[in-house]
Structures are given as C-alpha cells and as structure tokens.
C-alpha cells in the first residue's frame, strides 16, 4: 500500500466520475411518472431479500461479552502494574518518586523510607483510580520501566474513590518464575532496535 | 340462552384471552430474534435456553414496576387508555374464526367466540375503536411528544379505515356476506378459489392498510422511537405499558388471521391439513411484520397521508368501480 495514490489531487484521472442522477420533476405528469417507477422497480423488495439472506447465512458477528472478550492492543492503558526484575524477581520501583511528581490528576501517593541496608524502599504506594485518566505519563516518566499499564479494563467499586496498592499492582512472584511477565509496549517503553539507535555520550568535549 | 352455551362461551373467551396474551409475549421474542438474526446478531441469549425465559423475565419486570402516574396528568383517562387498547384488540378477537370446527369428546367446537353474520365490519370496528387507547393516553399524558402521537395516531388511524373499508368491499361484493365464515366457505374449494386471483388489488390494499391499523414499521409513526420518543407511551411505567404492548401484539396476531381468512382461503375444507394451512399462513404475515421492520425505512407522517388519499383511497374506489362493472355484466 503506498501513499501516492492518495497524494494524487487530481481527482479525474482516479476514476472517479459524476454519477448520472435526473433531475427532479417539476410537473405534475413527471411527479406521477416517478411514483410509477418507484413503486414498480421493487426495490422495497431487494430490501427484503437482503435481510432475508443474511438471516439464512446466519453469519452472526455478535461477541457475548463476558464470555468472550475482543483481545485489546499491547499499548493499552488500562488499570496499572507494577513490574519486577526479570533476573532478581525484585520490585524495579525505586521510590524516586517522579511518578507521583508527573501525575496530572494528583492520584499517585507513594512514600517511602530508609531500610537497613541505607536503601530506599517504598512503603505505601496507592492510585486513586476514580482520579486517574488513564494519560501515561506516569509509565512514561518512570525511569526503571517499573510502572507500567495493564489490559485489565474492567473495573468496579462502591465509591468514586477507588484505589490500588503496590501490592495488587506488582506481578505476583509465580508469574515472573514462569517467565509470563508481560512487558509494556506503550508509553515509556524501549522502542525495538534502540540498541543500533543510541549514539554513546561524546566525552571528548 | 341455555346454560351450556354461556359456560361454552366463557370458556372460549377465557382460552382465547390466554393464549393471545401468552401469543404477546411469545411474539415479541420471535421479533428480537428474526430482527437480530436479520441484523446479524444474536438477540437475548441469558434468561433460560436460547432467551426462551426473556418473556417471562419481562413479564415479571413490568408486573413488579411502580405505577407512576404523573402529576399534571388527567388520571383516570391516563387510567383507562392502556386497558382500551388492549380490550378492544381482544374483542376483535370474538368474530374472528381461528380454526374449523372439530370434536373434542363428542361435543362439536366452534373455535368462534360469536359467528356474528357482520363478522368484518365488526373485527374492523373494534380496531378502530382502538384509536382511543393511543388518542386518549397521548393526550392525557401532559407529554407534548404523546400529544404529537395521539394526533398522528387520530389522522393515521381515520385514513387508512377509509382504505380497509373500501379496499374489501369489493371482496364483499363478491362473497355477498361479511361474516367470515361464510368468506371461508365461500374459498373453500381450494387453491384456485382464492379470492386473492380475482382481488388481488383489494389484497395489496389491505395488507397495507394493515400495517397501518397495527401501527408497523413502515407506517410506525405513532410510537416513532427516534422522533417522538415512545409517542403515547412515554409517560406510562410498569403494567400500563405492558397493556399497550399486548395490544399491538395481540392486534398483529389478529390481522395476520384475517388477511389469510379474507383472501386466502383460511382453513379451507375444515380438514386438519387446512387447519395447519391458515396457522402457516398466519405464521407467515406475522412474520412479514417483523421482516419489513428490518428492511424497511418509516415514511413521513405526510408522505403516509399523500399515499393514503392520492395513491390507495383512489386505487380501492377505482376497484370497486371494476368489480361492479364485472359483476353486472
Ligand atoms: S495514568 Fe496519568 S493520571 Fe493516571 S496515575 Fe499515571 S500519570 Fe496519573
Ligand atoms: S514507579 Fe517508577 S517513577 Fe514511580 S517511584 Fe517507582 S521508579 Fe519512580
């Protein structure tokens, strides 16, 4: 497919044509000769027959929803995870907190404290998804890839109010041991083939 | 009057009451589904197998819904419309013949409530009547959009009976009698007895002026949805609405009897086979309903005028004419 058929502004030489349509009858003999036509062209009746084949084809292009699902693209923004480190199986946050700084709703919270080992570790860290508008600037600021969107669109609560934890956002341990981390390809993510891209920082000025 | 006949009588009011009403609702899954399969869907699939149970889920719905009355309304009228409605189909219903006599525990049946010998005039009548469930409620409902539907209805409903009328008096002529016992007996001999070979102009006639009497999809201007939201409806909630609704069914189930009993040879001899005949002829005008629902785009309320006087008032006294002519010649 290539773009110049449309680039193309000359729109005779496309085929395109005038369709030939009568001028309407101003008279009343050509009136009447129009609703003679009308009635005995039977176009009523290809009307009924149109929908009569596709009853007997019985093609049907229902999805019964919440047994089937249509699959959504990998660039989604639904409800957000938080991802773990492929090799360590470690939560990739950092709690250096730009998501929450980003956040044009004001929905993320996080805090964070200093652990034994003179670490950072995050100790809470909520959205209030009754705020969120799904943008994903949140996944794109985050410089560890670690908040990410998911797929799961379906949501429900008793209140506007409604929020996720770490804890609910994080991949469960079992599914990175099985390898079934899925990786974010929207906002944020690495496009393919930056390796060759990336030029290396220019120390010598 | 003896006794046996009223207790007969009673019991024959009593059957055709339910099993229409039960027809009604029956008839509205038939249409989400052909109108469904037709627009490649699925229609209601959830309540029971297949959405069998979706009638009766509906049923429960609007038994259960509050009764609202509006505030501004005129209550009794608003009281009264729905019931007009759905009474005056079912009266219709007592001089139309659904099926030959039969035996049943050697007692002869008349499946006929009252073989009144005006038996058309008085089917016709009663839907006429019929204008008043619409005409009332929409103008009892302080709705501007129900009172666009009650004078719509009033201007429907007046000019498409001069159709009717006129398009089977000459079938009357012919036949010499209105009962419709007598218009079967009178096409009895078969297939080529039919009165639809020798008025098929008169048949045409009606089965449009029909879509017009039950208020159907190309002449559905009444209760247009997209113009004037439910018409006569809007303000009613709950069982009220539901009477309307049975009305409009029961109406089409009736109409789909008379066409094939006027024209094409109802019952026939009276035999099982020509039972089975007119319910299959029936079966198919009711599905027609639904059919042309799908396929086919509403009219203007004044294009439906200009047909009903310029073009099929015209056509019907023209056949008239003719058929006189014919006849005393
Ligand atoms: S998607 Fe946007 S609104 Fe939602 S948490 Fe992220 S930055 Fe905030
Ligand atoms: S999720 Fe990303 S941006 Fe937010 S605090 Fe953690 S590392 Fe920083």
Redesign the pocket.
Known sequence: MHNEQFNNRNVSDNGYYLVDIEDYPTDGWGKFKRVVKRTFRGELFVGLWVVLREMIKFDIHTVSYPQEKMPIGPRYRAVHE?KRLWESGTE?????????KICISDC?R?DTKVDENSRKE?TE?SINLGRCIFCGY?AE????L??THGGRYENASEQREHFVMFEDMLTPIDTLKAGKQLEFEGFGAITPHEDERVKKTPLSY | MDVAYLIETVIKVVVVLLIFSALAGIGTYFERKVLAFMQRRLGPMNVGPYGLLQVAADGVKLFTKEDIIPSNVVPNIFKIAPVITAATAFMAAAAIPFLPQFTLFSYTVHPIVADINIGILYVLGMMGVGLYGPLLGGMASANKFSLLSAARGAAVFISYEVVTGLSILAPIMIVGSLSLVDFNAYQSGGITHWLVWSQPVAFVLFWIAAFAETGRTPFHLIANDHEIIDGFGTEYSGMRWGLFFIGEYANMFFISFVIPLLFLGGYGDGSMLGALGLLGKMAFFFFFFLWTRAAWPDVRPDQLMWLCWKVLMPIAVINIVITGLVMMF
Request: net charge negative.
């Open positions: 938080m990739r946050c950092i709690g250096c907190g730009l998501c929450e993320i996080i995050v860290y949140c600021v985050c410089p560890e670690a908040i």
